[in-house]
């Protein structure tokens, strides 16, 4: 009990905090669907950060891909993949101001040799398949 009050004040200590879905919270190739183990993160990491900290004042979500396909497709799946996390986030009964945004493939964290054959590349290319949850300005 101690413990868990001693962690629940220190996530208040910062004014925001940043949680990434990322390994085996990604996106599958041209998909928007939030998969168990990103369900299970923001279960785990989002919402217990919410209600220590008395919610917030606002939230970004941000949704990425990879460079595989056009542009026009990718910003629009970014969009929904971000659009994902908020609905999610909603359904659990988040009522803070989400701004969703998708930046399609402009801001890789992965590079991966063009060379390599396409279900190799695709592999490779997965963490760039992410959605960054953001909160801002949480109460002290």
Known sequence: ????????????IRDSFTIAL?????????QSVLNRAA??????????????CNGASGMTITGYT??????????????KRAAAVADYLKKKGVT??????????SQPVKECDNKLNRTKLVA???PNRRVLIEMHHLPK
């Open 39 to 52: 369900k299970n993160r923001i279960d785990r990491d989002v919402l217990p950060k919410l209600s220590a």
């Open 124 to 126: 490779c290319l997965a």
């Open 66 to 79: 990879d460079l595989l396909g056009n542009a026009r497709a990718n910003q629009v799946l970014s969009e």
């Open 1 to 12: 009990e101690m413990l868990r009050s001693l962690v629940g004040s220190e996530m208040c």
């Open 96 to 105: 803070v101001n989400m701004k969703v945004a998708g930046v399609g493939a």
């Open 22 to 30: 990322e390994s085996d919270q990604t996106f599958g190739l041209n």
